[in-house]
């Protein structure tokens, strides 16, 4: 008889441990490094993680595992570390290792055309089957993202199975204890089988010390089920803060080791791919899935003010009940959210989207195709505990992708405009295009432009991220709060200043690093533990909207460069969000869009080498005497501005507080170039230009 784990069995129905089949164990890794992240960075989890791992595994033969390598870093690893992709081979070829496929790339499917699904996840099917000789069919699900039409698109692409966590049934009604043997579900008539990753292994490992593991282990093995898989981030066994220490150094992976090589040899679990557990396993029966990813991302997904309200009503429950049964109906947002609450990452899939289907159109040139499938790379289009959308090296590789892609579809043609909702918001956008440039024009934001890509540079120099509250900010505060609280009671001196678990950014741009063990309760914090413990000072800078260039308002005289620079202060007038009517001018050798409406006309006309001139027209007697007409740029990388007539200049760094692994960090997003004019003018023209 299967018993509940929440459940204790009765006495007399308890069976004899010997006499219980042998758990199916599962133990997988996902490896991944970003499209854009920097060479240390891979070389750096190659020698700290990826190798050292594989290694030890080796040499204690703690075989089968089961294994996803992404594309970027199998590209990477095949031209500067190809001894451990032969090494990899060799235990594939053995049986030893069981490769699992993914959109090459690292996309989010579900944020992909389907037709790009299919042709990504095709993509690393034929590079397993090159480099490796191995014809996968299981596949790692980025970010275990989940759409109820993934399963139609997998099957065409040959895929037979998928791993998801745990909580993508429990939030559809499924009891814990049922998720242990495969499942099936379709779509279209097409299907593929599932199966289910426990959050529980993904906690404890490595985490908790390996007696837990193993206790845990064994209390599903008596319960009667037949399967426990584990797969998760391989960075967590080195990578992440603390944990190479407590992994290797320390012994936890030596021990774990040990553990579970006593519990194969007393016959309480053999070891399996999840090829092997499909076929040994039976399945539950039907399964429709709902649209879902892991606990975390739902939470980060929700807009500040929401994820603030989540995790109040989280606290209201108490740890028990959010993590006991009931817990999985608590739930943030999906996935698709992030595109809503990041408008910057919205604006890169939707160039992406339209370039896709530009790319269709035009025959599917190779090079164009693959650099629209790296722009498609999920980590710069999200934010949770890692910087992700908030690093900009990795926002700027997406654009570079996308800018060559679009310099090879568009070669040859000349200046032209197109008008249509281009980021989906219910509003028309202008699509200005050459074959040297790109650029977005948003009569809805004041005539902003909201892209401004230049060929030649592979550069959008609209890409500056917003300053934008995050509910991690209030989390960080309120720590700070408490911790002077309990200083003041213990009469220490507290610097409240520094992050308490993770890292911070010094005066001089220097890490300072605190102690991350938890050497009192036996384990290692991961960052999920981390998000709770940091803290600041004081709020970071908030903006008023979101940046763009030439974001036009108009100041009063006693706002200062430095209040303009921390967004405090509020203008007199803004058109940063006016709708303005719009008219389009096709000639010869220029496109100019203008936008009137709210007393101001503004002119902007491109060139067919991409240069900007800009002219605006206001209503001078509506103002003043001594305001200011002020047009902000926010520039990812500098552009030649020559202002008519000369015009004050206000130039400050762009600098966000986010969230990363380590802490919370500093980040320059960018610069915002400020123009004032005296408003009594009544207009000014601004020439813009790439730095040749």
């Known amino acids: 008889m299967t018993r509940q784990l929440e459940t204790p069995a009765q006495p007399s129905l308890a069976k004899p441990l010997a006499a219980v089949n042998p758990l199916r164990f599962v133990f997988g890794v996902h490896q991944h490094q970003p499209v854009g992240n920097f060479g240390f960075v891979f070389e750096e989890h190659t020698r700290d993680v990826y190798r050292p791992l594989l290694e030890r595994l080796v040499e204690r033969e703690f075989f089968p595992i089961v294994m996803h390598l992404s594309g970027p870093l199998l590209d990477w690893l095949e031209s500067s570390h190809s001894s451990y992709l032969d090494l990899v081979g060799e235990l594939a070829a053995a049986g030893k290792v069981e490769l699992l496929l993914s959109g090459y790339y690292e996309p989010v499917l579900a944020a992909l055309p389907r037709d790009d699904r299919v042709e990504q996840i095709l993509w690393m099917h034929e590079a397993l089957e090159s480099r490796f000789g191995v014809d996968a069919t299981g596949l790692w699900l980025t970010e275990r993202v989940w759409e109820p039409e993934l399963a139609a698109d997998l099957a065409d692409a040959g895929v037979r199975y998928v791993l998801v966590d745990d909580r993508h049934f429990l939030v559809s009604g499924f009891q814990r204890e049922q998720l242990h043997v495969p499942w099936r579900t379709e779509s279209d008539g097409k299907q593929v089988d599932v199966l289910t990753i426990d959050e529980r292994l993904r906690y404890l490992i490595p985490f908790r010390p390996p007696v837990e593991i193993a206790a845990y282990v064994r209390d599903l093995r008596e319960a009667g089920q037949p399967l426990a898989i584990f797969a998760d981030d391989g960075e967590k066994f080195g990578g992440w803060p603390g944990t190479r220490e407590w992994v290797y150094e320390k012994g936890w992976l030596r021990d774990f080791l040990n553990v579970m090589e006593r519990m194969v040899a007393a016959g309480e679990i053999v070891m399996s791919t999840c090829a092997d557990a499909i076929q040994a396993v039976r399945p539950g029966g039907l399964a429709y899935l709902p649209t879902a990813a892991y606990r975390e991302m739902e939470a980060w997904s929700l807009p500040a003010v929401a994820a603030t309200r989540l995790g109040a009503l989280e606290t209201e429950l108490g740890t028990e009940r959010v993590s006991g049964r009931d817990g999985a109906f608590v ?214 909207d979101d940046r763009a260039l030439f974001v036009d308002r108009v100041l009063g005289a006693e706002v200062t460069a430095d209040q303009h620079a921390r967004a405090s202060y509020t203008p007199i007038k803004s058109w940063a969000r006016a709708l303005l009517e719009f008219e389009v001018i096709q000639e010869r050798d220029a496109v100019e869009v203008v936008c009137a409406g709210d007393g101001l006309t503004k002119h902007i006309r491109f060139a067919e080498d991409g240069s900007i001139t800009v002219s605006w027209r206001w209503n001078h007697s509506a103002f003043e005497a001594g305001t200011r007409f002020a047009s902000e740029i926010s520039l990812f990388h500098p552009l030649e501005l020559e202002a008519a007539p000369t015009a004050t200049r206000w130039v400050a760094p762009v600098e966000t507080v986010a969230k990363s692994e380590k802490g919370l960090d500093r980040t320059v997003q960018g610069e915002s170039v400020t123009l004032l004019w005296n408003a009594s003018l009544g207009g000014a023209t601004l020439g813009v230009r790439p730095i040749p």
């Open 331 to 544: 739930r943030g947002g999906h996935w698709r959210n992030f595109l809503v609450k990041y408008p910057e990452s919205n604006r890169a899939h939707k160039k992406m989207m339209a370039l896709s289907a530009l790319c269709r159109r035009r025959g599917d040139p190779p090079e164009a195709r693959r650099a629209i499938g790296r722009a498609q790379c999920n980590d710069a289009s999200w934010h949770g505990v890692f910087g992700g959308l908030y690093l900009p090296h990795l926002r700027e590789a997406v654009w570079l992708n996308l800018s060559r892609a679009e310099a090879e579809l568009r070669a040859g043609e000349s200046l032209t405009a197109e008008t249509l909702d281009f980021d989906a918001d219910g509003s028309d956008e202008v699509w200005v295009h050459s074959a040297r440039f790109s650029a977005v024009v948003s009569p809805a934001r004041g005539g902003a432009l909201i892209e401004y890509t230049i060929f030649r540079t592979g550069v959008n120099y609209a890409d500056v991220l917003t300053r934008r509250r995050e509910a991690y900010h209030d989390t960080a505060l309120a720590e700070a709060a408490r911790a002077v609280k309990v200083a003041q009671a213990t009469a220490s001196r507290v610097d409240s200043a520094r992050v308490v678990a993770g890292t911070a950014r010094t005066a001089d741009g220097s890490r300072e690093s605190a102690d991350l063990s938890h050497a009192d309760t036996g384990g290692v914090a991961s960052i999920h533990d981390l998000e709770g413990s940091m803290s600041l000072v004081e709020r970071p800078a908030v903006d008023l």
